[in-house]
């Protein structure tokens, strides 16, 4: 089965400054991860994805992330904080061995960005 | 080009009662997630639709049910609603139903059950 975990439910930076959004997974397979962003009152978009293809994914919006098979880790980063950031972030698994993908969202972590 | 749209954005129905909601993919998509977020959660998983046939079913009751039709827009029904049904649905729409596919998400329907 397929899990993963916001290391933090909330997370606070100021603008201008770094962010660092942690997350784990777990999967009996190769994973599809993603991170999402929901802002208030809007769908879920999509930052990036990685598939298998290079560990560094560069996303929209300045955003990227590393995938460590080694420490199962696929933490979201940005070199600069906008307050136009502040949302809801979603780390995603998807299964790979199926015409069957659902999402497996975890469980969020809000990133607030001070002035 | 128009994305995906849900219908309605926001409803009030009383315990007991049964709902319907309503989504449409994007033009060219054949596949259909329902994901069911409760208020402080991730959203989770309750179909999938892939050219009308159901390929997923998340760990939800027999209450709660889906269909895709011929021009591949979906239902989702939820009847004897209880209190704890209150969540945003959200419908995602993609291309296919294999991996890496990226799924595009609506703005949701809000249930609130009273």
């Known amino acids: 089965a397929q899990s993963v975990t916001q290391l933090d439910s909330h997370v606070s930076v100021s603008e201008g400054t770094p962010v660092l959004l942690r997350c784990n997974y777990s999967s009996s397979y190769s994973p599809s991860l993603f991170w999402y962003v929901q802002h208030p009152n809007k769908g879920l978009q999509l930052l990036l994805k990685y598939t298998s293809a290079a560990t560094l994914v560069k996303g929209i919006n300045g955003f990227e992330a590393e995938f460590k098979k080694s420490e199962t880790s696929f933490h979201l980063t940005k070199p600069s904080a906008h307050m136009s950031d502040a949302a809801e972030y979603f780390c995603?698994?998807?299964?790979?061995?199926?015409?069957?993908?659902?999402?497996?969202f975890g469980k969020g972590t809000r990133l607030s960005v001070i002035a | 080009d128009a994305g995906v749209t849900q219908s309605p954005t926001h409803l009030i129905k009383t315990r007991g009662q049964q709902v319907t909601l309503r989504c449409s993919p994007i033009?060219?998509?054949?596949?259909v997630s329902w994901y069911q977020q409760v208020l402080g959660q991730g959203p989770q998983f309750i179909f999938q639709y892939y050219e009308k046939e159901e390929r997923g079913r998340g760990n939800f009751p027999d209450r709660f049910s889906a269909r895709q039709f011929p021009n591949y827009s979906s239902e989702l029904n939820v009847n004897a609603l209880l209190l704890g049904d209150s969540a945003l649905y959200l419908c995602a729409s993609s291309s296919s139903d294999r991996r890496n596919t990226e799924a595009f998400f609506g703005q949701g329907t809000r249930l609130t059950v009273v």
């Open positions: 995603v698994v998807s299964a790979t061995y199926s015409g069957n993908t659902p999402l497996v």
């Open positions: 033009s060219g998509h054949k596949s």
